[in-house]
């Protein structure tokens, strides 16, 4: 899970949260994420551990020493930096969901993205576009797939719901796509 280290402006986002969290409880389903206990990441962990859910926090070192780190965690692993944490979580996870959040949000399940589209994982990606909060960035990604330097197939990738439980549901039936030779020497 990849999300705002802060709430947001809309007490919406925060809703969304932990609602996600309590849905994932309920589905058996273990949370993987940059451990904090601040913003959406806090109301998320503690969402699901209240609903009695699995809670696994990745963080490094430093974040840890600021005291942003989550201290209830079931399972908190303390790396030494950011890259290590994302290795880590994207190895823990079966799959990746960004709710709002800022530019690490984006960077996160970017590279995710990137990755499915090397062929790098066969894992599903989505977003939970809470109040349409992805939207404009949804159309610029469409309007790259029209200018072709996203290919069809690779903006597909991404799994795109307002509610967590049909997002979860579309996680269920996702196939992942053949990944072929990306570039071709017509292309270049």
């Not at 942003?68 to 303390?78: A, C, E, N, P, Q």
């Not at 030494?80 to 959040?101: N, Q, S, V, W, Y």
């Not at 399940?109 to 066969?122: S, Y």
Request: charged content about 20%.
């Amino acid at each position: 899970m990849f999300c705002g280290s802060n709430r947001g402006s809309d007490g919406v986002y925060a809703e969304a949260a932990r609602n996600l969290g309590r849905l994932l409880a309920q589905e058996g389903v273990a949370l993987v994420y940059g451990g904090g206990s601040v913003g959406l990441m806090g109301e998320l962990a503690d969402s699901v551990l209240a609903a009695g859910g699995e809670v696994i926090g990745v963080i490094p070192h430093a974040l840890w020493a600021r005291e942003v780190g989550h201290r209830g965690l079931t399972d908190l692993r303390i790396v030494e930096t950011m890259h290590e944490r994302k290795a880590m979580m994207a190895d823990l996870a079966d799959a990746f969901i960004a709710l709002p959040g800022g530019l690490g949000t984006l960077e996160e399940i970017f590279e995710i993205w990137t990755w499915a589209q090397l062929g790098m994982h066969q894992k599903p990606l989505g977003f939970l576009d809470v109040n349409g909060f992805y939207a404009p960035l949804l159309r610029f990604l469409d309007g790259a797939t029209r200018a072709s330097f996203l290919k069809e197939q690779h903006r597909a990738i991404a799994v795109v719901e307002r509610d967590p439980a049909a997002l979860l549901q579309r996680f269920e039936t996702w196939n992942a796509p053949r990944v072929e030779k990306w570039i071709t020497h017509e292309e270049t």
